[in-house]
């Protein structure tokens, strides 16, 4: 991952039963919901605002692109590391680095970029980044 003013934060799961595909290992669609779990799970844990601090609002972070690397397959039960890390901040939104480690191997399975859009949950429509989030995510 690339090094950069924002902290890089970790977040264990497990593939479970449900996660894994005909060719016996996981399927692509779960490695997104992983990442989406460990971000929800860091929103709370290292930045104080969890995502109820921004339904509250009317806020809310939706995906807008997302460019992910598959290197090597996991399997049932693996235990993996999520580490994840806000790559970019703009006024609109971000970009979050993440890698996906295999515990056991220390192998990166696969890696990317989340790009989110902050919207306004009336409207729908992208609204502005304001100081207390930045200030929160420059952590």
């Not at 995906?63 to 590391?81: A, E, G, Q, T, Y």
Request: net charge negative; aromatic share 12%; proline share 2%.
């Amino acid at each position: 991952m690339e090094k950069n003013q924002y902290s890089i934060f970790e977040s264990e799961l497990r593939v479970r039963p449900d996660d894994i595909d005909m060719f016996n290992h996981v399927h692509n669609s779960k490695y997104l919901d992983y990442v989406l779990a460990a971000r929800y799970e860091q929103m709370e844990k290292f930045y104080g605002m969890p995502w109820e601090h921004f339904t509250k609002q009317g806020l809310g972070w939706v995906v807008s692109h997302v460019d992910i690397n598959f290197k090597r397959p996991l399997l049932l039960n693996d235990l993996m590391l999520i580490r994840t890390g806000i790559l970019a901040m703009n006024d609109k939104g971000c970009s979050v680095q993440f890698e996906i480690i295999n515990h056991k191997t220390g192998k990166v399975a696969s890696d990317g970029i989340f790009d989110y859009v902050l919207i306004d949950l009336n409207t729908g429509r992208g609204t502005k980044v304001n100081e207390e989030m930045i200030k929160a995510y420059s952590i």
